[in-house]
């Protein structure tokens, strides 16, 4: 079993930042990336950002490009979802995914709400 928990939602004026935070424990040794995905009120759950555990490239949503960066300690078993020059088109609930086979995500976090205002 995984579990995963975000935090580091909240409610920010258009143009802010936030910072995202999934903690990931359990057995997680057949981890292969983490990623982000979002619902907005509304509308079905959306791709937002992955990345390998590994390392490498990581992979953004054209809506976030440029804006949204992941990252993740491994360390510390945890990813991170910085999110800059926010828009109220961002507001949506934000889960952090775990895969063990790309592209299909097997454990799933509760989301943490973030709300941009106008």
């Known amino acids: 079993q995984v579990q995963l928990v975000e935090s580091g939602g909240g409610l920010v004026q258009a143009g802010g930042s936030l910072r995202l935070s999934c903690a990931v424990s359990?057995?997680?040794?057949?981890?292969?990336?983490l990623g982000w995905f979002r619902r907005a009120p509304g509308k079905e759950r959306e791709f937002v950002a992955a990345?390998?555990?590994?390392?490498?490239?990581?992979y953004y949503a054209d809506s976030v490009k440029g804006r949204f960066t992941i990252s993740r300690d491994n360390a510390k078993n945890t990813v991170y979802l910085q999110m800059n020059s926010l828009k109220p088109e961002d507001t949506a609930v934000y889960y952090c995914?775990?895969?063990?086979?790309?592209?299909?995500?097997?454990?799933w976090g509760k989301g943490t709400l973030v709300t941009v205002s106008s």
């Open positions: 995914a775990y895969s063990s086979s790309w592209p299909e995500m097997d454990y």
């Open positions: 359990g057995r997680t040794s057949s981890v292969y990336g």
């Open positions: 990345i390998k555990w590994s390392g490498g490239a990581p």
